[in-house]
């Protein structure tokens, strides 16, 4: 239950964002985290960004989770 | 080398590893990580499935609550058919209590907000990753005066139910590590294990890899003779965490003494609200009496979340006590021991 995804912000309203999962939109509260821009990546759980990642660490879970999409579908 | 290589490699010893993170217990097996390790490699899982070890007299109170007409209970999705004594909330609501699965403890604000005639209780459940977004929650409802929304809950903290297993003696190398927890509170959180009890403690991300290195990390631990904490979730996890979260934590929740299922009460391991939050507490100010009764004789979810048996040890398991007609916990949840045995090892 204590999984969270990473998710790139798309759009910040005050101290909600809308991010983006693989395209589907999520809303994540800002609340935990400083300094969030447009464009950005955060973890996301239970509705709010628990930490800021690197562009780079969000893109290798991202490919480690293709990977793992693309060898279920052998 | 790959890193199945490198573990086989280096594990010369018998070594045993609790993952203590449900998470991890779900994505050990259905990737098979298990086949990937030497045999003298045992995994046991722990007890950080936050479903799993949901006490019943919780669930029996959030039913107790559901009976009542101008309620509305907000859960997240998970604890839906976890059994209670009676009866479970899926139950209730086929049989028409006003039960709704959010995802957020925001949308069950949004709830509360849209039936001002209702009392809207929110079921919280999980540890220090989920309890800051509760806790701002709860800040952001006094903020624009939310009267009708109240937590019942059943936070806890990771710590003390690690402490109870070492002390019960279960034999240990190693922890995995809940990776999302120390996004949180940070590693060095975990740094009482290693130096209070020699056990070294590896923070582990969620993808297969992760896994296997971090096992990688610990096997060279104990042959070195080492206990520390290690990062191997670097991306996400920091020595001190999320100190915003923290003081959110802090900020709302006190420590108490807690019901986890299968261990009973262990003492400073729940989170409860701070007086100042008291009138968002259900408990407190609706008080509700739930009889205690006796949990199934056989079921061993007790055993298998304090790391002392396996699901297959079970006489209930995959006969009386099936994902679709669960009797203890750890069937209900999809990070549950015996849900994923019952997925992914029943062939053992």
């Known amino acids: 239950m204590c999984l969270s995804i990473p998710a790139k912000v798309v759009d910040i309203n005050g101290n909600i964002a809308d991010v983006s999962v693989g395209g589907a939109i999520f809303k994540a509260g800002l609340q935990m985290v400083e300094n969030v821009e447009v464009g950005d990546y955060i973890l996301l759980h239970t509705g709010f960004a628990i930490q800021k990642i690197s562009e780079d660490e969000a893109l290798e879970t991202f490919r480690l989770l293709k990977e793992i999409e693309d060898a279920m579908k052998k | ?348």
Request: with cysteine; charged share 25%; hydrophobic share 40%.
């Open chain 2, 1 to 348: 080398m790959k890193l199945s290589g490198l573990i086989k490699k280096a594990a010369v010893l018998d070594y045993t590893f609790m993952e203590v993170c449900g998470g991890h217990t779900a994505a050990i097996h259905r990737f098979g990580i298990p086949s990937l390790l030497p045999e003298n490699i045992k995994l046991i899982s722990g007890p950080g499935c936050p479903v799993c070890v949901t006490h019943t007299s919780f669930i029996d109170k959030a039913v107790g609550y559901s009976k009542i007409d101008d309620v509305i209970i907000s859960t997240f999705g998970d604890l839906m058919r976890v059994p209670g004594t009676g009866s479970s909330l899926e139950k209730e609501k086929a049989k028409g209590g006003d039960i709704r699965i959010v995802f957020s403890g925001p949308e069950a604000v949004d709830i509360a907000k849209e039936n001002i005639d209702k009392k809207v209780i929110f079921l919280g459940i999980g540890f220090e990753t989920t309890a800051p977004g509760i806790a701002v929650t709860i800040k952001e409802a006094e903020k624009v005066h939310v009267e009708n929304f109240y937590l019942l809950s059943a936070h806890k903290v990771m710590p003390p139910a690690m402490e109870v297993i070492i002390k019960e003696g279960v034999n240990l190398n190693g922890f995995i590590c809940p990776g999302h927890v120390a996004a949180i509170t940070g590693s060095d959180y975990f740094n009482f294990i290693p130096e209070k009890y020699n056990i070294g403690c590896v923070i582990t991300g969620f993808e297969p890899v992760d896994i296997l290195q971090s096992i990688y990390m610990l096997v060279n631990q104990v042959n070195m003779r080492l206990a520390e904490t290690e990062i191997q979730y670097s991306r996400a996890v920091s020595r001190q965490g999320n100190s915003i979260a923290q003081k959110n934590i802090s900020d709302v929740f006190i420590l108490c003494d807690e019901y986890w299922r299968g261990f009973g009460e262990i003492a400073s391991s729940g989170l409860k609200l701070r007086k100042e939050y008291e009138k968002f507490d259900a408990e407190e100010m609706m008080p509700i009496k739930v009889k205690k009764q006796k949990d199934n004789d056989l079921c061993i979810c007790g055993d298998i979340l304090r790391g002392l048996k396996t699901p297959h040890e079970c006489e209930l398991f995959a006969t009386a006590c099936v994902p679709e007609n669960p009797v203890g916990a750890c069937m209900v949840s999809v990070e549950g021991a015996c849900n994923t045995f019952y997925k992914f090892r029943m062939n053992e």
